[in-house]
Each structure stands twice: as C-alpha cells, then as structure tokens.
C-alpha cells in the first residue's frame, strides 16, 4: 500500500508536466495490459491475435497521407465500431438512467433521470476538449498530453484525411475518430454511474461541478494508465521494446488486464461513490422509514437494456469483428445469466423468495464483473466469474452494507465495486491457458502469445486493483471537499422530505 501511495503522490506531482512528452504522431492506446513473460520486467502487451488478451483503445497509427503504404481501415471492423458506440450510448439513456430511475422514490425519479441525462452529455463535451488527449496521448505514466486538445489532428477538413488509429493486430487500423467517439460513451457512463451512490439527497449544480473535477483527475488519469500502449505496430525489433514499454501507462506496463473497464470504469466509479455516500451523508429516515423503489418494472427494463447495450461495451473492446469479439460476446452473454441464477439461489437460501430486483442485480453484476475478463478468459472461466459476482455482491449488498451502516443509495460499491474487484482478479487466474483461458501476447514483436504463472498474474491484477482504489479515492476526497466548500453538496431538509424533482427541477415524473 506504501508503493502505492507514492506511486499517486508521484502521478499527481507529474500532472503538470503531462503535455512536455505529447506523442508527435497520432495518440496510442490500449485497454488491456498483458503481462510480458517474453519481455522479461517490461510488461507491456495487449490482445492482438488469437483472443489473445484484451480489449479496448489501440495506439494511434499514422495518418493515412504519411506514406503510400499506411494500411486502411476495414469497412466491417469499423461498422462494428460504430454500431458498438451507439449500444454503449443506449446503456447510459435510456439503460442506466431507467435501471435507477425506478429504484428511488417517485418524488425523486426526474432528478435521477436529469443527473445521468446531463451528465452523459457533459461528459462527453468534455471528452472531446482535452479528455480523450489526456487519457489516450503520449504524455507520461500517468496522464497524456495535449497532443490531441480539441481533438486537432484526427480530422483534416482541408485535405479530407483522417487520422487512423490501430487495433491489437498488426497493420489493422479503424479511423482515430471510430476510437474517440467510442472512448467518449465509456467516460460518460462511468461518470453517471456515481449517482447512483448518492441518488435522492445532492444538489443538482454540485453532481456536476463534481463530475467535472473527478473525470479530469481520475478518469482520465486511470484510462491512461490502464490503457494506453504505443500499439503494435510500433514493436519493429526487440531493439525498440524497452523503449516502447516505457512510453505506456503504469498499470500497462505492470501488465494489467482489463479488457473493457474493470478498473478503468467500475472500481473507480464505485470508489467515487463510495467517497461520496459518506461525505454527503445518511439520507433522511435512513433505517427508519421504508426506502421501497417506486418502479420494478422500469427497472427491470432498465436492466434488460444494460444487458443488450454490454455487448457494445464489451464486444466493442476488441476494437475488431474478429475472434477476440466473438469470445467477449458469449462471456458477456454467458456469465450474466450465470449470475441471476446465483443471485436468485442466493436470494431463496437467504429469504425464502427471489426477488425480481434481486435477478436485475444479479444481471448488472455479472455484466460488471466479466467486463475485465470478457476477452481474457475462456467459456467456463467467465461462467465461474459470473457465478462468483452474483454470490458476492449479493452478500455485499445485504450483509456487508448493513454491518458497515452507510447508505450507498442504489448499491453501486455493493455492485459495480464488488463486481469490478472479482472480475479483476479472476482474470488473473482464467487468463491462463492451462485454465482455458486465451492467454495473453508475450512478445509484440512476433506477436507470441502465451500465458503468465497464475500467482504472478493474480498480484498484478491485485496492483492494479490497488492502484485504482487509492487514486480514485483521493481525488474523489478532494473534489467533494472543493465541491462542498464552493457550493454545498446536499439540498436543505425540506427540499429533500418534499422530493428533488419539484425543489431541483420544478417538475414531477407522473400527474397526480
């Protein structure tokens, strides 16, 4: 915990000097670390070939007027990309908006409603200012730089060139503007789920300030260390290996895996959540009075929407329609029905009944966890993962939650934080070839793919999980703090007995 500790004191010291070592050519990045055996202390690999590891942002390759022999996006990889994005963006609206929506009380569903709705769109406009430079540029091991401020480069108006950015195969490239977009609907969801942890008690104005601070100094940060790499293209000889290794986030380097938002989207969401149920505090009548969702069928349609629309987060991580998005598609798919069922056995034994709340639980956290091994494990690991989410985070969301009395609104460390941890590290252990797993690629020169020892896979996984904790942490501390002495974070008493909808919004989600 020391390590990591002065690792974060390291980042946000170097955070001013995130622009002095902006990539000159296209941004790089990377979603899945693989741990390099063939690289000896260097771990610096991705999926690329065979399913072989993970999944998410690919280095930037050069533009397509750079030389007469730059490869060209294939037409299927890049409508998969899109059609991904758009099931990404039905996930936060309507998707997650409607799953918790429906589980606070009616007086307050258009303010949940409005806190996802405008925080997706903030998100993304900032996103497109300096978030995407920041988490998917060159810069150092914790931040990018400002290569791609206002997104300059991706798109020549005057020559009609776009700027390709490549997957985990080698010469296989999407156009860098696919990858943005795509990357944009992965910061905005990870911003609205926080709400959920604090649902029913904050001010409108102090969800977004918030947000603002936390996606500038956690989320990009992370998505940078995570999963930013130089690509494999630009692995030409061991000669450059060190070198390129050296120019990935930390966490890459470590040889984390997480193939489309373990770490990156839900442990550091369900952190900032975590921060801000116990600064902001107890909701009123919290463990007196009956907090009973005023819809289970929005939510139930909420949650078969975060279903469907996980495919693109999951399946999109490949960034190809390939091999590697056809194995994340069945995990994703299999693993979530694993879970329900573990969630309702779990539910019976406990209460004697299972619940129609319990199975959407149980849904969201099998999506949750196999989201990190989606693409780095094989069939029966992801059944395992699933399995171990729906017993897990059920105990956390009933027993664990009372014991430690805080009042996280709608679950969100009990699901997406839990569900994110196991998920993290089973990949560890599922990656594993022996195991079924895909293994990862041990060498991007040659594009070897192989398998790290399972305890050696398991502790980096757990680095990286650790890394997450603590940076998200902190800056989560802060921002509410700033927050809080700017503006306040919750509404007065009154507002929040007579329901944020009228006192935040001057509306009511149904007619009397």
Known sequence: MKKLIATLALGLAAWGFAGSAAAADAPASAPEAAAS??????????????????????????????AASAPVANKGDTAWMLVSTVLVIM????????????????????????QVFVTFSMIVVLWVLYGYSLAFTEGNAFVGGLDRLFLKGVFD?????FAMAATFSKGVVIPEIVFVVFQATFAAITCCLIVGAFAERIKFSAVLVFMALWFTFSYAPIAHMVWFWMG???????????????????????????????TVVHINAAVAGLVGAFMIGKRIGYGKEAFTPHSLTLTMVGASLLWVGWFGFNAGSALEAGNSAALAFLNTFSATAVAVLAWCIGESLLKGKASMLGAA??????????????????????????????????????????????????????????GGIVGALLTGIFNNQALGGPGLVTDWVTATVGSN??????????????LTIVWSGVVSIVAFK????????????????EGLDITSHGETAYSK
């Open 453 to 466: 020892g399972i305890w050696d896979q398991l502790l980096i996984q757990a680095k990286g999980v650790g």
């Open 91 to 114: 996930m936060s609206i309507p998707g997650l908006a409607l799953f918790y929506g429906g589980l606070v009380r009616s007086k307050n569903m258009l303010s949940v409603l409005m």
């Open 37 to 66: 055996s063939a690289m000896a202390a260097t771990p610096a690999a991705a999926p690329a070939t065979a399913m072989a590891s993970t999944a998410a942002p690919a280095a930037a390759a050069s533009a397509p007027a750079a």
């Open 232 to 262: 494999p293209d630009a692995y030409t000889s061991k000669a450059v290996v060190d070198a390129m290794n050296a120019k990935a986030g930390l966490a890459w380097q470590w040889g984390a895996l997480d193939f489309a938002g373990g």
């Open 361 to 418: 639980s149980g849904a969201v956290a099998g999506l949750v966890a196999i989201t990190p091994a989606a693409g780095n494990v094989g069939i029966m690991g992801a059944l395992v993962v699933g399995a171990a989410a729906g017993f897990l985070c059920l105990w956390r969301v009933t027993g664990l939650k009372k014991m430690l009395g805080m009042d996280d609104s709608l679950d969100v460390f009990g699901v997406h934080g839990v």
């Open 482 to 497: 700033i927050v809080d002495l700017v503006i306040g974070l919750r509404v007065s008493e009154e507002e929040e007995r």
């Open 157 to 161: 108006p005057m020559k009609g060139d």
